[in-house]
């Protein structure tokens, strides 16, 4: 798979499109764009005007999906574990994946663990640098691995260099400030989560701008 993709960068995008829907079963959009990068998926599919940047690297992920108008900007490392290739992982029922819903952007540099499904709501932002989305970790009563989903709502906004663990929910129309580690589900939305652990720090505008618009992502 990522030998022929490596053959395919230099041919045009159109000609290129066709050749990796052709070979791969994927479903790309004809609006849809991939820079210079690699995925090592059995099953992507782009909506229309869905872009992944350059020089992202996907591998051992079962699905990845964008949405109409969703971004994976440049430099995301993206790697899980495939269904049952690790003993650790074969009771918790995972998906090891990435869906990024309509007018979603994760933009760039970030470290996407789908060990289990990892998804990003529409109209959201994975801003700035360095977030960690990570879905496994020892469980150290067991003393074994053990993976839980991630889920980031609709309409969120998510800083730089935060780090969101296995089993952590962020509510639609909320922030997630830059530094902060989310490590449980939450479920207040309009709030403005913060901290080490973070918790909900104060309530935000429901008219505020960024939870209203109607297109995305923002620049």
């Not at 969703?70 to 992982?89: D, E, Q």
Request: hydrophobic share 40%; aromatic share 8%; charged share 15%.
């Amino acid at each position: 798979m990522i030998l022929l993709q490596i053959a395919c960068l230099s041919l045009p995008w159109g000609l290129r499109r066709r050749v990796l829907n052709a070979a791969f079963g994927w479903s790309i959009d004809p609006t849809a764009r991939i820079g210079l990068s690699l995925l090592a998926t059995p099953r992507l599919t782009m909506g229309p005007n869905s872009r992944i940047g350059h020089l992202n690297f996907a591998r051992h992920i079962e699905e990845m999906t964008l949405g109409r108008g969703a971004l994976l900007g440049n430099k995301n490392w993206i790697s899980g574990w495939p269904i049952g290739s690790n003993r650790a992982f074969q009771d918790s029922g995972r998906a090891p994946s990435l869906h990024i819903n309509n007018e979603a952007a994760i933009t760039h540099s970030h470290r996407i663990d789908c060990t289990d499904r990892v998804t990003i709501g529409a109209f959201t932002t994975i801003a700035g640098w360095n977030t960690q989305l990570i879905t496994h970790a020892i469980k150290v009563t067991e003393a074994r691995q053990r993976c839980g989903p991630i889920e980031i709502g609709s309409y969120c906004f998510v800083g730089s260099r935060c780090v969101i663990l296995n089993g952590a929910r962020l509510p639609d129309y909320s922030v997630l400030s830059a530094g902060s580690v989310l490590s449980r589900a939450h479920d207040e939305p309009y709030g403005l989560y913060s901290g080490v652990p973070a918790t909900r720090q104060r309530t935000l505008d429901p008219n505020a701008a960024y939870f209203t618009r109607t297109a995305g992502p923002c620049y």
